[in-house]
């Protein structure tokens, strides 16, 4: 299924200029919480200010600098581990997080 849609973090041109992110790349999504290491899809589609990480990758773990980072994708790993209020859920949306290259 990865073949066929990869997991991608989009992001708007303009954010993606500001940041020296080209298409396909590798980059950091972190917050407070955690991070994450995903391909980079620059588009339009997205307004600037925002990036959307589709749910449903799988967590996958490793050691990097002692800190634990996600290179499989997982939202969950930014988000907060408390219940929403109206659905008793996991808050996936409205999480604040920065976006940097990674280097190589």
Known sequence: MRE???DRVLVNPVNA???????GQKVR???D???IEIAVHITPRIIPG??????GAWY???KKNGKT???GGCINTLTSPRPSPLAKGNPSHTNLVQI???SA
């Not at 925002?50 to 749910?55: D, E, F, I």
């Open 4 to 6: 066929a849609h990869p």
């Open 50 to 55: 925002v990036c959307a990480l589709p749910q």
């Open 17 to 23: 200029e500001e940041r020296g992110l080209f298409e």
């Open 69 to 71: 980072v996600d290179v």
């Open 100 to 102: 940097e290259p990674i």
């Open 33 to 35: 919480r955690g991070a």
């Open 29 to 31: 999504v972190f917050n």
């Open 60 to 62: 996958r773990p490793v």
